[in-house]
């Protein structure tokens, strides 16, 4: 019997007519190897910001609807050049949009839910021995709206097609060689590691280190899809991302890095109770994802709010807060888009009392000042100033001797 394997590209794999052409080869050898073959496509190189910045050329403030019309166009150039380029080779291939095949999203545009997949169109393909070709960060709600589902959406696509077709694995590739204990395009010393478990790499992948999107990876833990992260430069092994991971006695297992991030800061809002609940609920009503807050203790009846967001999101996140200010009488909204989150990982990690004193020694070697701290079972994050937060990464990878 066959084994159905799904297979992602990020735009960095396909960037070129060259980079298509060797992923082509790619596919088809794992084809002729006996399997069926599920690849979800990102769009090509740096298209997506190109789409943007002509976007904002036109209209400053465009419309979530019409934006994700015209993300979505992206990955279809992908997957109808992918599919090109395959059957060049001699092989048999179908591209399909997220619409064709089946994916149904929630209507909030830009930030668009999966909600299920229909996988008859893809099931009837594959088995006219076809390779099928999905554009990955797309689908339709139930007005048959184009929608789009945020950063990493195409790994998001990719386990989700992955989880419904009850495939053998979901292999993501990127342009390095798996998951590793720091990014090493900052850090030259960092090593990749064989293994990780779903719950590290997921506070890796929501810390900012970039090889995964974290609803990618808290999708492959609920369907207990494995992932596996390789380089679409070379046959190497890669990381393989699972639930049951071998633990030696390394308590830090990586450090991430997230500089796509802004700090919101609300002044002298009133002393009492349920003014967090507003505010934060007004957030939520907006689909703004909240990240690391602090509340600053005045003297008199009044406190500071500051939290952090995406950077993607801090137009509307302002937008939110200068109206609860306004409705809450506080002072005014700040933001600082010169920040970033420095995190260190490992399961067990806030259990030990040693691994913050030693973080936090590493920061005060170099003379960084600490804004915020943020703590879970695997992790420990600071906030800090952007310019020096690839300088503090190479230290502290040194200071944990990884």
Known sequence: MEDLIVQKYGGTSVGTVE?????????????????????????????????????????????????????????????????????????????????????????????ARISGIDTARIERELADEKIVIVAGFQGVDENRDIT??????????????????EAKCCEIYTDVDGVYNADPRVVPTATKMDEVSYQEVLEMASLGAGVLHPRSVELAEKFKMPLIVRSSYNNNEGTIIKEDVKMEKVLVRG????????????????????????????????????????????????????????????????????????????????????????SVVGTGIVAHAGIASKFFESLFELG???????????????????????????????????
């Open 255 to 342: 450090i991430a890095l997230d500089e796509n991030i802004a700090k919101i800061s609300i002044f002298e809002v009133p002393d009492q109770p349920g003014i967090a609940f507003k505010l934060f609920s007004m957030l939520a009503s907006a689909n703004i994802h909240v990240d690391m807050i602090v509340q600053n203790v005045n003297r008199t009846a009044v406190n500071d709010i500051s939290f952090t967001v995406d950077a993607d999101e801090l137009q509307e996140a302002v937008e939110v807060s200068q109206k609860f200010a306004f409705e809450v009488e506080a002072q005014k909204v700040a933001f600082d888009k010169g920040v970033a989150k420095l």
């Open 148 to 165: 789009t589902l945020g950063r990493g959406g195409s790994d998001t696509s990719a386990v989700a097609i992955a989880a419904a077709l």
């Open 368 to 402: 960084i000042n600490i804004q915020t701290i943020s703590t879970s079972e695997i992790k420990i994050s600071c906030l800090i100033d952007k310019e020096r937060a690839k300088e503090a990464m190479i230290h502290i990878h040194k200071k944990f001797d990884m």
């Open 19 to 111: 980079k298509i052409k060797r992923v082509a080869r790619r596919i088809v050898e794992t084809k002729n190897a006996g399997n069926k073959v599920v690849v979800v496509v990102s769009a090509m190189g740096k298209t997506t910001d190109e789409l943007v910045d002509l976007a904002l050329a036109i209209n400053p403030n465009p419309p979530s609807r019409e934006m994700d019309v015209l993300l979505a166009t992206g990955e279809q150039v992908s997957i109808s050049l992918l599919a090109m380029a395959i059957q060049t080779i001699g092989h048999d291939v179908v591209s399909l949009t997220g619409a064709q095949c089946g994916i149904q999203t929630s209507d909030v545009h830009k930030r």
